[in-house]
């Protein structure tokens, strides 16, 4: 039934999408060249709203969970699973507050309305897949932006998306780099729901009725541990919460990626 749906629906989203993706692309450029950073910064949260508003044309429904007392006056380092490319709108929007900035493909910061603009000048880093030493330099070039105007930023440590809900194992590395340069910043993981379950058909039909769930859980010191462990410790939070077995050490990661 959801697929049926689906197949009737989806273009109304896919239109819906690419109408506000449009419509925004002039408004982002007008906002950062004239009045700069701040009216950017609200122009791509509105935008993340009405992205995330066209869910519902699916009958797709978005909860987002922060009981967390966040301070405000110390970067973050927000440690999320990954299941989808929808994950990405609720998240801007949701957390707009800490100014997050994301962590993408250099590939996306051409030809895409709206999102590759923002990419461009939005403060995040693109990175080079193919170029190790890019990819560090831009993870740095964050990490300095996040410790010298309070930003913050989000990172799906798996390195890839979760085709079934299921936690991959995190990586350390692009967090490790960025505390070298932003030491202080907080560790706040966030368990994403369901995000895979508007994708299960691919990209056409996408599923109706869902219910996309976002959580923030225990944020953690970047001090408590070595970084693996506090690395370790955010996964394993998430897991516990989305009902998955925990990861049992860096050691067996390591080893699970080589089988892979």
Not at 91 to 107: C, G, M, P, T
Not at 178 to 200: F, G, Y
Request: proline share 6%.
């Amino acid at each position: 039934m959801k697929r049926l749906f689906g197949i009737i629906l989806t273009p109304i989203h896919y239109i819906l999408f690419g109408l506000i993706l449009l419509v925004f692309q002039p408004i982002q450029w007008v906002c950062y060249c004239v009045f700069g950073y701040r009216a950017h910064k609200y122009s791509v949260d509105v935008l993340n709203f009405f992205l995330t508003s066209s869910y519902l044309a699916l009958g797709n429904i978005i909860s987002f969970t922060n009981k967390q007392a966040l301070p405000l006056d110390r970067p973050k380092i927000f440690v999320a699973n990954h299941q989808s490319m929808y994950d990405i709108p609720p998240l801007i929007w949701r957390l707009s507050k800490y100014h997050a900035k994301f962590i993408s493909k250099i590939e996306l910061t051409k030809n895409i309305p709206s999102i590759s603009y923002n990419l461009k000048v939005g403060g995040g880093a693109n990175i080079d897949r193919k170029d190790q030493r890019q990819s560090i330099t831009e993870l740095m070039k964050l990490g300095a932006r996040m410790k010298e105007n309070n930003w913050s930023t989000v990172i799906f440590p798996e390195g890839t998306r979760s085709p079934n809900g299921n936690v991959k194992f995190f990586r350390a590395a692009g967090i490790a780099t960025i505390l070298k340069k932003c030491p202080d910043a907080l560790i706040v993981p966030i368990a994403i729901e369901n995000s895979w379950k508007m994708v299960r058909y691919g990209a056409y039909p996408l599923s109706t009725f869902e219910h996309l769930k976002f959580t923030v859980l225990e944020p953690i010191e970047p001090k408590s541990g070595t970084i693996e462990e506090v690395v370790l410790k955010a996964e394993n939070e998430i897991r516990a919460f989305l009902g998955q077995p925990p990861a049992v050490d860096t050691r067996d990661k390591k080893q699970e990626t080589r089988q892979e």
